[in-house]
């Protein structure tokens, strides 16, 4: 924390003109004029955090008394690789993020698994992916997949919780499915939010896990508790969910609420005491 700090401190005070050591692509006026010299002799040492810290300065952009920063991904993408290319963990993950994002999945695997090697928690979760989709090479495998959300878990990242009982609900193929695994993976997962209530897609996925152990009334009362939460459409007892669903259906597209096709769905689906069954596919939005 105290480098940390002394970083920020020495990006807020200084400004000195001049381009980043070792950094290849753009050669940027605005950035030689935003890094104080101080930081690029950092980077030149081999300091690492350093090289982070300006990559994630270009990645939110800076805005206070001292500094004017634009957000710039292309500068971000610069700093962060000369951070992994250093060692510094959180560049490795970061640069397998944005390689991630941008659909070079073979590169962004490289980082990731390097970051993965280095404890990176949430480096896991994005790998697990790798395997739920079949990127960079890789065949489809749940199990494979599951070995990763693991890990991720064991580092407490909450995503992965969520998306690994999901998985183990909804899976069309069998071999893929636990019910039971899943619903002490979603406990833990609820038992770390203490009071606080879970975001709505973790409820979501709760419900998914009752149903797929039969408990279709538990699922109802909580599928139902998310559209109406999330979706404001009030539900009750003697409600027609099939008639629900096709009420929501008629409404606008400007009308609906992102997500609430597959919650109102869902609840129509548990309402008829089935479980939900969902192919994992990768949409053009999906990070």
Same mark, same amino acid.
């Not at 980043?20 to 950035?31: E, F, K, L, T």
């Not at 800076?62 to 250093?86: G, R, T, V």
């Not at 606008?252 to 609420?257: G, N, Y």
């Given at each position: 924390?105290?480098?940390?700090?002394?970083?920020?401190?020495?990006? /807020?005070?200084?400004?000195?003109?001049?381009?980043?050591?070792?950094?290849?692509?753009?050669?940027?006026?605005?950035?030689?004029?935003?890094?104080?010299?101080?930081?690029?002799? !950092?980077?030149?040492? $081999?300091?690492?955090?350093?090289?982070?810290?300006?990559?994630?300065?270009?990645?939110?952009?800076?805005?206070?008394?001292?500094?004017?920063?634009?957000?710039?991904?292309?500068?971000?993408?610069?700093?962060?690789?000369?951070?992994?290319?250093?060692?510094?963990?959180?560049?490795?993950?970061?640069?397998?993020? /944005?390689?991630? =994002?941008? !659909?070079?999945?073979?590169?962004?695997?490289?980082? @990731?698994?390097?970051?993965?090697?280095?404890?990176?928690?949430?480096?896991?979760?994005?790998?697990?992916?790798?395997?739920?989709? $079949?990127?960079?090479?890789?065949?489809?495998?749940?199990? =494979?997949?599951?070995?990763?959300?693991?890990?991720?878990? *064991? =580092?407490?990242?909450?995503?992965?919780?969520?998306?690994?009982?999901?998985?183990?609900?909804?899976?069309?193929?069998?071999?893929? =499915?636990?019910?039971?695994?899943?619903? !002490?993976?979603?406990?833990?997962?609820?038992?770390?939010?203490?009071?606080?209530? /879970?975001?709505?897609?973790? *409820?979501?996925? !709760?419900?998914?896990?009752?149903?797929?152990?039969?408990?279709?009334? $538990?699922?109802?009362? @909580?599928?139902?508790?998310?559209?109406?939460?999330?979706?404001?459409?009030?539900?009750?007892?003697?409600?027609?969910?099939?008639?629900?669903?096709? +009420?929501?259906? &008629?409404?606008?597209? +400007?009308?609906?609420?992102?997500?609430? +096709?597959?919650?109102?769905? &869902?609840?129509?689906?548990?309402?008829? &005491?089935?479980?939900? &069954?969902?192919? /994992?596919?990768?949409?053009?939005?999906?990070?």
């Amino acid at each position: 924390m105290k480098h940390f700090l002394t970083i920020l401190w020495l990006f /807020m005070m200084v400004s000195v003109s001049a381009e980043p050591p070792g950094i290849s692509g753009r050669s940027d006026v605005q950035a030689e004029q935003l890094i104080p010299r101080t930081l690029l002799d !950092k980077v030149a040492e $081999g300091d690492g955090e350093v090289a982070y810290f300006i990559g994630n300065m270009f990645k939110q952009g800076l805005q206070n008394d001292y500094q004017s920063i634009p957000q710039d991904d292309e500068l971000a993408q610069e700093w962060f690789l000369k951070s992994a290319e250093l060692g510094y963990v959180h560049g490795m993950f970061e640069t397998g993020l /944005m390689l991630y =994002r941008d !659909k070079q999945w073979s590169a962004a695997k490289k980082w @990731l698994q390097q970051a993965a090697e280095a404890g990176h928690g949430e480096a896991f979760y994005r790998l697990a992916y790798f395997s739920v989709y $079949g990127l960079a090479g890789e065949a489809v495998n749940c199990q =494979r997949a599951y070995s990763y959300f693991e890990q991720a878990k *064991i =580092r407490t990242i909450k995503s992965a919780f969520n998306d690994w009982a999901w998985m183990l609900a909804t899976q069309p193929n069998e071999d893929c =499915r636990n019910g039971h695994q899943a619903l !002490k993976i979603i406990s833990e997962l609820e038992s770390m939010y203490g009071q606080q209530r /879970m975001p709505w897609a973790m *409820i979501d996925t !709760k419900a998914a896990v009752l149903a797929e152990i039969a408990d279709f009334n $538990g699922a109802i009362e @909580l599928q139902s508790w998310v559209v109406a939460g999330y979706c404001g459409i009030t539900v009750s007892e003697i409600d027609d969910f099939s008639q629900l669903m096709a +009420d929501y259906t &008629r409404r606008s597209e +400007d009308d609906k609420i992102r997500g609430c +096709d597959g919650y109102v769905e &869902r609840l129509n689906v548990y309402s008829q &005491r089935q479980p939900w &069954r969902e192919e /994992m596919v990768m949409h053009d939005d999906k990070q």
